[in-house]
């Protein structure tokens, strides 16, 4: 069973259709954390932040916690300084912010459940108190049309230091709620609220469905009291004691790893046995001490034509170890030069025959490249992202044209191995590994003899069309 089928099985076993909404707070509901707080820092940071409005800022967050002031007012204190800026400015601080820093921390377990609802065809929509430069980064990742929220006043595309009332606080959420519920002929009675705050009873109680999620003390008090289902979310945010020792499992694995290649190396005296043997019992138990549940579809692509170039789109460090599991034996790798000089792994890699560019300069990338060519061209397949660098989100990058010329020049097929939830088990900066089911899977070898400088984008991209097919992206 997935790890959240149990979760979105009342989704899925229910009503579907547009009558039915499902509205998601946004903070510590869809990510572990407080986008304002995010804001705030990057603002600060950047020193895009005046120290009057630094001031004003904390002020009346200090009012509105004592409550000295209501959260209209403190809005009103905390925006005043905004007055003569342009919005441009804060729609760009909020994309570096969602990239930076909020699309890490969305709980995967949420976005099964809004992908849950949206399968179902409800009308989804993000109720949130922050402003859209905060939440409408995390509605376009979501794909969630609907964002109600608190805004501020715009007049020729500069800010007039005025917030629009209502505010999308308390009763206000309410009110947006119910004025969604008109525009878009919702039901009320079968709609769904996911929330963490007990600010928000006005519109948990409007509702037929309130999800209480990950709730604050009072809003727990009020969920048992009222026989609320409650759902606790622990994908992000704190680790337990059980995700900290399964990451220190996944590191200590590759040693006992490393010295069996080692060993069946000596014994058949073969540089390649020693490196089939460490990656493929590395890559077993990494995963399975991990808890990581792997599911291949189209295995037998992986297999059908060696040697060849598999490529994979890159969401997490993880991925090494999951290209290890699938493929096995007999392979090589391109990394980013930074990796040799990595202690442990930098060694590792480079006994392995694994290809370090430089991806700052072009010319030494693609001369680099060429002991990755002769690998090919000796029989050992070779791995790549052609995507470069990894991503803080699900959407899929563009891809480079490295791998492509490779499998060119070696006269070698091009295998696509697409990645689905691998974000959820370590995203980007993440250095704790956590449970989840990953799926894998493997599009049949592509030919490559009919590629030419000329036709290589269109080749490219037609590559690239079926990942985002398998992934449901535009």
């Known amino acids: 069973m997935s790890l959240h089928q149990r979760l979105t099985e009342e989704i899925r076993s229910g009503p579907s259709g547009p009558k039915i909404g499902a509205f998601f707070d946004l903070d510590q509901t869809l990510l572990a954390g407080f986008s304002a707080t995010a804001f705030f820092r990057e603002r600060f940071m950047s020193g895009r932040m005046a120290p009057r409005e630094m001031a004003e800022s904390l002020l009346g967050t200090l009012s509105f916690a004592v409550g000295r002031t209501g959260f209209s007012g403190m809005m009103s204190a905390t925006t005043a300084a905004y007055r003569g800026l342009a919005e441009t400015a804060l729609i760009e601080v909020g994309e570096e912010v969602f990239t930076k820093h909020l699309a890490t921390q969305i709980y995967p377990e949420s976005r099964a459940l809004v992908e849950a609802h949206q399968a179902a065809g409800h009308t989804v929509a993000i109720v949130s108190s922050a402003t859209p430069y905060q939440v409408e980064p995390m509605a376009r990742e979501f794909g969630i049309d609907h964002v109600l929220c ?232 070779l791995v790549i992202a052609p995507e470069g660098t990894r991503s803080t989100t699900t959407r899929l990058g563009r891809f480079k044209k490295g791998a492509f010329h490779m499998a060119m020049q070696a006269g070698v097929p091009i295998v696509p191995v697409v990645f689905r939830n691998v974000l959820d088990a370590m995203p980007k900066a993440a250095s704790i590994v956590r449970p989840a089911t990953i799926e894998a899977v493997v599009l049949p070898p592509v030919d490559t003899s009919n590629f030419t400088r000329e036709n290589l984008d269109d080749e490219i991209a037609e590559i690239r069309q079926s990942y985002l097919e398998v992934l449901d992206q535009d």
């Open 150 to 381: 608190t805004r501020l006043e715009v007049k020729d595309g500069v800010f007039t230091g005025e917030v629009l009332h209502p505010t999308c606080w308390g009763e206000g959420k309410a009110d947006a709620g119910r004025q969604l519920a008109a525009d878009h002929d919702l039901d009320l009675e079968e709609c769904y609220f996911y929330t963490d705050s007990h600010e928000d009873l006005p519109l948990l109680e409007i509702v037929g469905k309130p999800r209480p999620t990950n709730p604050s003390r009072e809003l727990a008090q009020i969920a048992k009291e009222r026989r609320w289902p409650v759902r606790r979310f622990t994908s992000r945010g704190q680790p337990s004691a059980g995700d900290l020792v399964r990451t220190g499992l996944v590191y200590a694995s590759l040693f006992p790893s490393v010295i069996a290649g080692a060993a069946a190396g000596l014994i058949n005296g073969s540089q390649r046995e020693a490196v089939n043997v460490a990656g493929s019992l590395w890559g077993d138990l990494a995963t399975s001490l991990a808890g990581i549940d792997l599911r291949v579809e189209g295995e037998e692509h992986l297999w059908s034509h060696r040697p060849a170039v598999f490529i994979f789109n890159h969401q997490s460090a993880l991925d090494a170890v999951l290209m290890v599991k699938l493929l096995r034996r007999d392979m090589t790798g391109v990394g980013k030069i930074e990796l040799r000089n990595n202690p442990i792994f930098g060694p590792l890699f480079a006994g392995a025959g694994v290809v370090f560019v430089d991806r700052a300069d072009t010319q030494k990338a693609v001369d680099a490249l060429k002991p990755a060519v002769d690998a090919l061209r000796e029989g050992r397949s």
